[in-house]
C-alpha cells in the first residue's frame, strides 16, 4: 500500500500525487459541470463537461498508460469512481472544518484512504503487466463491448431498449 506521508516530504506531495489530485479534481469538475446542465438546461454546460472529460482522459493515459489490466479488471473506471469519490470526501470535510471538526476529520480520513487506493491500483496495473512479460503470456486480449444481445449480467436473451441504453452509458462510463 502506498502511504501518503506528507511528513517525510516537508509537506510537499511529489508529481504523481499531483496528478492523482489533478485528475480528482477533473472529475469533481465534470460532476460540476453536468450537475449545473442539469439545473439549467443550458447546453454550454455540456461543452464544458466535455472539455473537463478530455483533459481528465489525457492524465489517466499519463497516469494509468496503456495497460492491458485497465479493461481486464476495470481498472480505469474503478480508478475514476475512487477519485471522485476522494475529491467529494476532501470537499465534505472542508465544508465540516468549522461546524464539526471531528466530522471533518473522517471525511479527510477517507480522502486520504481513496487516494492511498488509488495508487494500489496502479500498483496493480504495474504488477500485471510485469506478470505478463515475466511468464511469456503475449498480448491479452483487447477490451470488447457486449455484444447487443447480451445484457451486463451476460446472459443472452434479448435486451429492451431501457436496458441497451443502460449499457451504452455503463459502457461509456468505464471506457473513458
Same mark, same amino acid.
Given at each position: 500500500?502506498?502511504?501518503?506521508?506528507?511528513?517525510?516530504?516537508?509537506?510537499?506531495?511529489?508529481?504523481?500525487?499531483?496528478?492523482?489530485?489533478?485528475?480528482?479534481?477533473?472529475?469533481?469538475?465534470?460532476?460540476?459541470?453536468?450537475?449545473?446542465?442539469?439545473?439549467?438546461?443550458?447546453?454550454? #454546460? /455540456? @461543452?464544458?463537461?466535455?472539455?473537463?472529460?478530455?483533459?481528465?482522459? *489525457?492524465?489517466?493515459? &499519463?497516469?494509468?498508460?496503456?495497460?492491458?489490466?485497465?479493461?481486464?479488471?476495470?481498472?480505469?473506471?474503478?480508478?475514476?469512481?475512487?477519485?471522485?469519490?476522494?475529491?467529494?470526501?476532501?470537499?465534505?470535510?472542508?465544508?465540516?472544518?468549522?461546524?464539526?471538526?471531528?466530522?471533518?476529520?473522517?471525511?479527510?480520513?477517507?480522502?486520504?484512504?481513496?487516494?492511498?487506493?488509488?495508487?494500489?491500483?496502479?500498483?496493480?496495473?504495474?504488477?500485471?503487466?510485469? #506478470? /505478463? @512479460?515475466?511468464?511469456?503470456?503475449?498480448?491479452?486480449?483487447?477490451? *470488447?463491448?457486449?455484444? &447487443?444481445?447480451?445484457?451486463?449480467?451476460?446472459?443472452?436473451?434479448?435486451?429492451?431498449?431501457?436496458?441497451?441504453?443502460?449499457?451504452?452509458?455503463?459502457?461509456?462510463?468505464?471506457?473513458?
Amino acid at each position: 500500500m502506498h502511504n501518503i506521508d506528507l511528513n517525510k516530504t516537508n509537506g510537499n506531495i511529489n508529481s504523481l500525487e499531483d496528478r492523482l489530485w489533478l485528475a480528482a479534481n477533473l472529475v469533481s469538475l465534470e460532476e460540476h459541470a453536468y450537475s449545473s446542465y442539469l439545473r439549467t438546461s443550458d447546453w454550454k #454546460y /455540456v @461543452k464544458m463537461m466535455e472539455v473537463y472529460r478530455e483533459q481528465r482522459i *489525457k492524465v489517466f493515459e &499519463e497516469i494509468l498508460g496503456a495497460h492491458a489490466a485497465l479493461h481486464e479488471a476495470e481498472i480505469w473506471c474503478m480508478f475514476k469512481h475512487t477519485l471522485g469519490a476522494a475529491m467529494r470526501a476532501y470537499e465534505s470535510g472542508n465544508r465540516d472544518t468549522q461546524t464539526d471538526p471531528i466530522l471533518a476529520s473522517v471525511y479527510f480520513d477517507i480522502s486520504k484512504t481513496l487516494i492511498e487506493q488509488a495508487f494500489e491500483m496502479i500498483e496493480i496495473i504495474v504488477a500485471s503487466e510485469e #506478470y /505478463v @512479460k515475466r511468464e511469456n503470456l503475449g498480448k491479452p486480449e483487447t477490451y *470488447k463491448k457486449s455484444p &447487443e444481445n447480451t445484457t451486463v449480467s451476460g446472459s443472452t436473451e434479448k435486451t429492451t431498449k431501457k436496458e441497451k441504453k443502460g449499457i451504452l452509458y455503463y459502457l461509456k462510463c468505464c471506457l473513458e
